[in-house]
């Protein structure tokens, strides 16, 4: 299968001081095939977002080690470690974090204007990854006149914006009705079906993480059998 595009090993975090510290993770590892569907699945508490942000560089954990594409962010420089997850990683969270009073359009060009993208370039990319996600007539609107639904579409071009290779979805329907959050699952497996996306997908949702190719199961900041 080649080199993991993700690996952790023996993963520890720990949040707080003293008698107020709390184990979120207590050794926790997993390895992330290109092309994979991944769930993280677990009990509200049990350390899913926590892996999640660690996996994703948004966060670093306290001891264990971490591989992506073959290196470890612990070596890298910070401005290293954004331009690694800028160019490989996409994000879809539960609470959208959409810019209300900014268009549709300039939401899903954020990764871009942040990469340093020109103007011209953003636009043509903006519209491309909206029309994915047949949007193309929204593009103009303000974020927030838009129905749950059409923002995690939003979400979901902003996230592909940059020609990702992993996308990590943290509870991606949690806001959305089913048939809604039935759509934003659909979208999400044709990505990875058709251009070879791997998702890491954090859910409760037993049957959004079936539809994975595996489970990974947290309890108590540890690895359970299912
Ligand atoms: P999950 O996503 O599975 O619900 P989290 O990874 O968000 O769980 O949280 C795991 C545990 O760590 C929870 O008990 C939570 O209260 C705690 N926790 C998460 N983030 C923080 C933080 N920033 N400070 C203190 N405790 C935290
Ligand atoms: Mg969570």
Do not use: W
Request: proline content about 3%.
């Amino acid at each position: 299968m080649g080199t993991p595009v993700l690996e952790a090993h023996d993963i520890h975090k720990t949040y707080g001081h003293g008698a107020g510290a709390f184990n979120a993770l207590k050794g926790v590892s997993l390895a992330v095939h290109e092309g994979e569907s991944v769930a993280i699945v677990g009990k509200s508490g049990s350390g899913k977002s926590t892996l999640m942000h660690i996996l994703a560089l948004l966060d670093a954990p306290d001891a264990g080690s971490l591989a992506v594409k073959g290196s470890d962010p612990a070596r890298l420089k910070g401005r290293d470690i954004n331009r690694l997850r800028n160019e490989d990683f996409g994000f879809v969270f539960q609470q959208f974090f959409l810019v209300p009073n900014a268009t549709v359009l300039d939401n899903v060009v954020m990764p871009l204007k942040i990469a340093g993208v020109g103007s011209a370039e953003r636009t043509r990319r903006g519209m491309e990854a909206l029309r994915a996600l047949e949007l193309e007539d929204k593009a103009r609107n303000k974020a927030t006149d838009l129905s749950g639904g059409q923002k995690q579409r939003v979400v979901i071009a902003r996230a592909l914006v940059n020609n990702p290779r992993v996308l990590f979805a943290d509870e991606p329907t949690g806001n959305l009705d089913s048939a809604t959050g039935e759509v934003v699952e659909d979208i999400l497996f044709q990505l990875n079906r058709e251009q070879g996306i791997t998702l890491i997908i954090v859910t409760h949702d037993h049957e959004l993480a079936s539809r994975c190719d595996r489970q990974l199961h947290l309890r108590d900041g540890l690895e359970v059998a299912a």
